[in-house]
């Protein structure tokens, strides 16, 4: 793996890696062919859960496990590490759509920032993407409902809904937040280190 100007956090340096050496994220999504990958229950409502087990077949990288991301958004846990993110210290999101639900759980600044330098794929996105930074935030439901003409659609609902439609993920609704332009942000990041 190559260097990044921003340090590998420790919490960060137990997670599994990718061949190349790149730290795979806590709420990455694994496929293995021992375990159904995505299956549906039906109580309290219809939602999606996952049954892959962190280390057991290959990551989707790219792809979250809605089991943790319900568990991180819900438990304030970082996406990228899986521990907590005290209530003290902003939680921070990157997102190439303003103003929109964030579906993506928080991070720790450091291990987005680490994140950021590491994962090809948010690198692609620094130039079009910002970072948003909150104390405090509120949490949704993403339902997926079946529209006239089969199109699927994801509706917003608020936390333990009864609304038609297949709970996916939750969704994190900062307060009083901080947007500053991802590069911007991760150089003020390193500076700081």
Known sequence: ????????????????????????????????????RIV?????????????IIGRGEPRMGGQCPSRQRMAVTGR??????TPVDARTSV??????????????GAHPACLAYAMCACPHLQHLLHRSRV???????????????????????????????RPGLLDFYVSLPHESRTTYARRWLDEQTARN
């Open 1 to 36: 793996m190559s260097q990044t100007p921003f340090p590998m956090p420790e919490t960060v340096r137990a997670l599994h890696r990718t061949p190349e050496g790149v730290p795979i994220p806590w709420n990455t999504e694994w496929d293995s062919s021992e375990n159904r």
């Open 40 to 52: 549906q229950r039906l109580t309290p409502a219809p939602r999606l859960d996952c049954d892959c």
């Open 77 to 82: 846990l970082c996406g990228v590490c899986g």
């Open 92 to 105: 921070a999101w990157i997102s190439a759509t303003p103003g929109a639900s964030l579906v993506e759980p």
């Open 132 to 162: 948003i930074e909150c104390q405090e935030y509120a949490v949704a439901e993403s339902h997926i409902v079946l529209r006239e003409g089969a199109a699927l659609e994801r509706v917003p609902a608020p936390l333990d809904s009864t």
